[in-house]
Antibody, heavy 119, light 108 residues
Framework: QVQLQESGPGLVKPSETLSLTCTVS????????WSWIRQPPGKGLEWIGY???????KYNPSLKSRVTISVDTSKNQFSLQLSSVTAADTAVYYC?????????????WGRGTLVTVSS | EIVMTQSPATLSVSPGERATLSCRAS??????LAWYQQKPGQAPRLLIY???TRATGFPARFSGSGSGTEFTLTISSLQSEDFAVYYC??????????FGQGTRLEIK
């Protein structure tokens, strides 16, 4: 059973960098694509980007200038950094695994972690 | 960017009745569409992919249909555990991968 667990600070100050880590258990992080998705309180879902186990990435154009997603295969983890945050970045952040062998839907999700941007 | 529009925003249905949820894409996404179920305080859970293939763990009362720009999620006989928010997501033309704004299915 694949499990994903997000971790990181729940409170970040405006203009600082949000950093989260997703730890994968129950399977190797290799050979899969891993994404970050966020959900502002009471709102819908926004895809942030993905990283492949090789390190290749692709980001949402709306966030591309502020986002870095990286992978550490030795720890079976991948990470998100979002710079210059504002209150609009307050959200529950989920990590998720691409489900299809070619198609990009998500079959495993973490439970999510709430990150609040506030001074 | 492909915009996904779900309707209605809220659907009130009695247990045992049928629920029909709609998802429309701003341009064709072929059959590259997924549906997710999200309950309060939980992560979304994959329900349907490829527009009509049910994911593991969901019973046959859930069905998906459509292609191109018009999609439907049907729940044939609502059970208490089915009341949740449902999201559609396209994965045909990206980045970005995009989701609909959700339909809240509530007990009438």
């Amino acid at each position: 059973q694949v499990q994903l667990q997000e971790s990181g600070p729940g409170l970040v100050k405006p203009s600082e960098t949000l950093s989260l880590t997703c730890t994968v258990s129950g399977d190797s992080i290799s050979n899969y694509y891993w994404s970050w998705i966020r959900q502002p309180p009471g709102k819908g879902l926004e895809w942030i980007g993905y990283v492949y186990y090789s390190g290749s990435t692709k980001y949402n154009p709306s966030l591309k200038s502020r986002v870095t997603i990286s992978v550490d295969t030795s720890k079976n983890q991948f990470s998100l950094q979002l710079s210059s945050v504002t209150a609009a970045d307050t959200a529950v952040y989920y990590c998720a695994r691409r489900g299809g062998s070619y198609y990009f839907y998500f079959d495993y999700w973490g439970r999510g972690t709430l990150v609040t941007v506030s001074s | 960017e492909i915009v996904m529009t779900q309707s209605p925003a809220t659907l009130s249905v009695s247990p045992g009745e049928r629920a029909t949820l709609s998802c429309r894409a701003s341009q064709s996404v072929s059959s590259n569409l997924a549906w997710y179920q999200q309950k309060p305080g939980q992560a979304p859970r994959l329900l349907i992919y490829g527009a009509s293939t049910r994911a593991t763990g969901f019973p046959a009362r859930f069905s998906g249909s459509g292609s191109g720009t018009e999609f439907t999620l049907t729940i044939s006989s609502l059970q208490s555990e089915d009341f949740a928010v449902y999201y559609c997501q396209q994965y045909n033309n990206w980045p970005p991968l995009t989701f609909g704004q959700g339909t809240r299915l509530e007990i009438k």
